[in-house]
């Protein structure tokens, strides 16, 4: 089994910063692409960030120059550090990794959630 574990999220005021945290465990061959969602309440999930195997980004217009997206590969992990908040990121964000595992010689790819972490923006 897979498992992802985040962590990092909190209450912030506007123009503060955050770092979130999402490590993979368990019977993991190798990682592809990483990514960070959000889900604000009432309104549907939404990339936030997302980087490749090879270290490639792009983020969602709205984040651009504020958030930044990387990865430990060593660490299974992936990282959203967010600078210069404002209330309208406020929202649940998750973890989203594609990861490759090796079941009786073949080779197969499953999409894993983390739990989700709550970020709130406020004064």
């Known amino acids: 089994q897979v498992q992802l574990v985040e962590s990092g999220g909190g209450l912030v005021q506007p123009g503060g910063s955050l770092r979130l945290s999402c490590a993979a465990s368990g019977s993991i061959f190798s990682i592809g692409a990483m990514g960070w969602y959000r889900q604000a309440p009432g309104k549907q999930r939404e990339l936030v960030a997302r980087?490749?195997?090879?270290?490639?980004?792009n983020y969602a217009d709205s984040v651009k120059g504020r958030f930044t997206i990387s990865r430990d590969n060593a660490k299974k992990t992936v990282y959203l550090q967010m600078n210069s908040l404002k209330p309208e990121d406020t929202a649940d964000y998750y973890c989203?990794?594609?990861?490759?595992?090796?079941?009786?010689?073949?080779?197969?790819?499953?999409?894993?959630w983390g739990q989700g972490t709550q970020v709130t923006v406020s004064s």
């Open positions: 980087i490749t195997s090879g270290g490639s980004t």
């Open positions: 989203l990794m594609m990861i490759r595992r090796l079941e009786y010689g073949f080779e197969s790819t499953y999409d894993y």
